[in-house]
């Protein structure tokens, strides 16, 4: 069967691309967001997943504004990325996994999620450039991906709780999944931020440490939070916070926080990487 060892949140601002194209990741500007992933690669090396559930949000490059499902499923065998206008180089495609796709697309749709499949999916730099955090260089990567993109652009948006839920049947449908594989569960984004408007390069720390802080015990606590709320106390793309909760309510077992890093700004942004350890109930037993 197949087993969740855990998940990675991590944000993925575009001028991230630029750095790693550009070899700064021990500029100083730069050095303590990439320091970051130290812990990160020590645990995937640990860890050895096969697979990586990627929940996620496009921003114009394969769903723009005239058509942009709430929820949409990559069933693709690859995902190719394209030049999407923000200087970075574009990144190598990457292999997906067919077989989990269709499993879990069955699995929500039978939860009654409904949602969008996609045989064919460019993915942006909210996969690649956490992709490219996760395993530098310039190297095909050692996961296949199923991406679960989740509407972050065009408002009205998906609430906490329904993402959270999303989630949830995602991780109940890759424990049914009788193939022997390990999964790591990704959420790409955030966290406060504000791009445009009067309070463009807004950040909030001490909510950004209050939504780190319930994320791993107490997920349900941050349902509470219209999406208006959010994006007040957040910022406008704040919002991209929806993806950390599906990641987190696709840990269906005892989940412990192993790391987290925390940086301010990062291209108006706040940068943080998570991981979080996922117990199954046999592996508790076991133990
Ligand atoms: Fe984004």
Redesign the pocket.
């Known amino acids: 069967m197949a087993r969740i060892i855990g998940g990675v949140a991590t944000t993925?601002?575009p001028s991230i691309g630029k750095a790693i194209a550009e070899n700064k990741q021990n500029d100083p500007y730069w050095k303590p967001f990439f320091q970051g992933f130290d812990y990160v690669h020590y645990w995937l090396a640990r860890e050895k997943p096969d697979i990586a559930v990627v929940f996620y949000?496009d921003?114009g490059l394969n769903f723009f504004l005239d058509k942009l499902p709430t929820f949409a499923v990559g069933a693709a065998k690859e995902y190719r990325n394209e030049d999407e206008g923000w200087g970075i180089p574009v990144a190598r495609a990457i292999e997906g996994d067919p077989d989990l796709s269709w499993h879990i697309i069955n699995a929500l749709v039978a939860d009654e999620f409904d949602i969008t499949m996609c045989q064919d999916m460019l993915v942006d730099?909210?996969v690649t450039i956490p992709m490219a955090l996760m395993w530098p260089g310039n190297k095909r990567h050692p996961v296949r991906i199923v991406p679960v993109s989740i509407n972050?652009v065009q408002h009205p948006l998906p609430s906490l709780k329904r993402c959270l839920n999303l989630g949830r049947s995602v991780g109940r449908a890759i424990e049914s999944y009788p193939q022997d594989v390990r999964v790591m569960i990704v959420g790409t984004?955030g966290l406060s931020h504000q791009l445009d408007g009067k309070r463009a390069g807004f950040i909030n720390k001490e909510f950004d440490k209050l939504c780190m802080d319930k994320l791993t015990g107490e997920p349900e606590a941050l349902t509470r939070y219209s999406i208006h709320d959010w994006v007040e106390q957040a910022g406008a793309?704040g919002v991209?916070f929806l993806n950390w909760m599906a990641m987190r309510g696709a840990l269906t077992g005892q989940v412990t926080e192993v790391h987290r890093n925390y940086h301010i700004p990062i291209s108006n942004t706040a940068a943080a990487t998570v991981v979080l350890e996922n117990r199954t109930k046999a592996e508790r037993k076991a133990a």
Do not use: I, L
Request: glycine fraction near 10%; hydrophobic fraction near 10%; aromatic fraction near 0%.
């Open positions: 993925h601002v949000n921003h730099h909210s972050t984004g793309q991209e």
